[in-house]
């Protein structure tokens, strides 16, 4: 082939292939596959243990219609949100007080690589002797969970910002507190944002098993407790729409990250989208 | 001679009341400790910087002029001796010092152009409209109105250079100090900027202590040159190059002489090799 040509041809893209279809419908096909084959395994294994796809988008679409899944996400989320919310804040105080002293460094080593490795269901029978069967113990639950990864990053964060820029804030007239709030703070972003969704997946996986253990008083159990009941009395349709709703959350909330990071760390050059 | 805004702060005077120099530095050693032993950097130190002064200290790399432009800007405390800075003795950091360093990644990525001159304004309680009036007449000074809403990763080294510039004039400094501003640049954006900080320390009336290793620079910028030299280091010898004349002059060819002959740039190097940073 002549090299005038040979360019055109490097560039042209394959008449046919995976690669040149977009990406929304790349996923569609394997979803719509992943759909048919998780429609099989259930008509094999019977509407007992399986439900199809077609009966959990039913039990999705009456539990969202009658409230039921509706109330229980909520319970789940506004106590994941309070724990997050409380650990983000401890983990906060922690790093600063790191940075400030050297007793708070030691003590944030100490605790991190103490806690950090402690799954967070397993503190729950502490929780529970100390707070009783209410939300406070999974509040407590989801608090330590989060509290490690976020403090671990944040402080990863302002080991490794630029000495320039801090020397910069302190020539500029900034206190030592204000160093830490006007210039580590913001220069810890991409890694604060990285921690707080580690921590936000750990609460997650958290919230879910303490709720599977016991529901919270009365009728608002949570999902881990709606998804518990619903295997109690067989309702596996139920049990589905639970598991979907789950999983559907995850990718709204990363949606939310990702959003995040678009708007603060990547436009301002800081991380590559 | 444009004056460029009213005076806002009393606290950061140009000049002392008694008209002496702006900055005093007397027989100050300076060092620092690896495991626990104590290293002489700067064995003996001593000069003054009047107002309007630009100062220029030079001297081959590990001399220790970094090291002295810290100690003024006060993070690191001298050995022995004194450093004082409009009869006040510097102690912590400050704005009335404020620094232009070399690194490019001196600006806060998170905030734009505008935002990092305008922002060391707001820490020093100034009202936002002044800190943002301000700090655009110190970007339109510095030839970067255009670009005041780009972040920093979207300018150039050089246009980051400027900005650093117009962040530290904006703060009206009682002395500027600088660190090597030019030395990560190409050669011909360095001698574009080193003729633009002249046109802008003379507009603005700013007193300058400029650290560089370059003989050129300190010849194009300079009223007078402090030369550092030996380890630990001290000041070899303090000379006037203010009215040189430009490159063809032949007052210029001889004080470049005598400045290489004092940096001992011919010399034959000893065995250890250096960085040749010396032109």
């Known amino acids: 082939m002549e090299a005038s040509t040979s360019t055109v041809a490097f560039t042209r893209p394959r008449p046919l292939g995976w690669a040149r279809l977009p990406v929304w419908l790349r996923r569609g096909i394997i979803g719509a596959i992943l759909i048919v084959v998780w429609h099989l395994y259930a008509v094999h294994k019977g509407p007992l243990l399986v439900a199809t796809p077609w009966q959990t988008a039913e039990a999705f679409y009456d539990g969202w219609k009658n409230g039921n899944l509706a109330s229980q996400t909520w319970t789940t989320l506004r106590l994941l949100l309070e724990g997050v919310a409380i650990g983000a804040l401890v983990a906060a105080g922690l790093t600063a007080f790191a940075t400030l002293s050297k007793v708070g460094e030691d003590l944030l080593i100490l605790l991190t690589s103490v806690l950090n490795p402690l799954p967070g269901v397993a503190i729950l029978p502490l929780a529970m002797l100390l707070f009783g069967l209410n939300e406070s113990a999974l509040r407590f639950v989801i608090a330590n969970a989060t509290i490690w990864p976020i403090a671990i990053a944040v402080s990863t964060g302002f080991k490794t910002t630029n000495p320039t820029i801090v020397a910069v804030g302190r020539n500029i007239g900034l206190s030592r507190g204000r160093v830490i709030t006007d210039v580590l703070a913001p220069a810890a972003l991409p890694y604060a944002i990285s921690g707080l969704k580690t921590a936000w997946a750990f609460g997650w996986r958290t919230i879910i098993a303490a709720e599977l253990v016991f529901g919270v008083a009365g009728s608002e159990g949570g999902l881990g407790n709606y998804i518990n009941n619903a295997r109690l009395y067989f309702l596996t349709p139920q049990m589905f729409a639970g598991l979907v709703t789950i999983a559907l959350l995850g990718v709204v909330f990363e949606t939310l990250f990702g959003a995040l990071e678009r708007r603060t760390v990547v436009r301002w050059g800081m991380k590559t989208s | 001679m444009i004056p460029l805004r009213s005076r806002r702060r009393a606290a950061a005077p140009r000049e002392t009341s008694e008209g002496g120099p702006l900055l005093r530095i007397e027989r100050v050693q300076l060092g620092y400790w690896v495991d626990a032993r104590f290293h002489l950097a700067v064995a003996e130190a001593t000069f003054e910087i009047q107002?309007?002064?630009?100062?220029?200290?030079?001297?081959?790399?590990?001399?220790?002029?970094?090291?002295?432009?810290?100690?003024?800007?006060?993070?690191?405390?001298?050995?022995?001796?004194?450093?004082?800075?409009?009869?006040?003795?510097?102690?912590?950091?400050?704005?009335?010092?404020?620094?232009?360093?070399?690194?490019?990644d001196q600006l806060f990525p998170w905030k734009t152009v505008l935002h990092n001159?305008?922002?060391?304004?707001?820490?020093?309680?100034?009202?936002?409209?002044?800190?943002?009036?301000?700090?655009?007449?110190?970007?339109?000074?510095?030839?970067?109105?255009?670009?005041?809403?780009?972040?920093?990763?979207?300018?150039?080294?050089?246009?980051?250079?400027?900005?650093?510039?117009?962040?530290?004039?904006?703060?009206?400094?009682?002395?500027?100090?600088?660190?090597?501003?030019?030395?990560?640049?190409?050669?011909?954006?360095r001698q574009r900027l080193q003729l633009e900080l002249n046109r802008i320390v003379a507009e603005t009336r700013a007193t300058l202590m400029f650290v560089t290793h370059s003989i050129e620079e300190a010849l194009v910028l300079g009223n007078r040159v402090v030369v550092l030299g030996d380890t630990p280091s001290r000041v070899l010898e303090i000379v006037d190059v203010g009215d040189l004349g430009g490159p063809e002059t032949q007052e210029y060819g001889a004080m470049r002489g005598k400045l290489r002959d004092l940096l001992a740039v011919d010399r034959e190097l000893p065995e250890e090799e250096e960085d040749g940073g010396i032109n």
């Open chain 2, 51 to 104: 107002p309007r002064e630009k100062v220029i200290v030079i001297g081959p790399s590990g001399c220790g002029k970094s090291t002295l432009l810290k100690a003024i800007a006060g993070f690191i405390a001298p050995a022995s001796g004194s450093i004082s800075v409009a009869g006040r003795s510097t102690l912590a950091p400050g704005p009335d010092r404020a620094i232009v360093f070399q690194e490019f």
């Open chain 2, 117 to 189: 001159v305008a922002y060391p304004l707001r820490v020093n309680g100034h009202s936002r409209g002044e800190a943002r009036a301000t700090a655009q007449q110190f970007l339109e000074l510095t030839h970067l109105a255009h670009a005041q809403d780009r972040y920093p990763y979207q300018l150039s080294g050089g246009m980051k250079q400027r900005v650093a510039i117009a962040r530290a004039l904006a703060l009206d400094p009682t002395i500027l100090l600088m660190d090597e501003p030019f030395g990560a640049l190409d050669a011909i954006t």
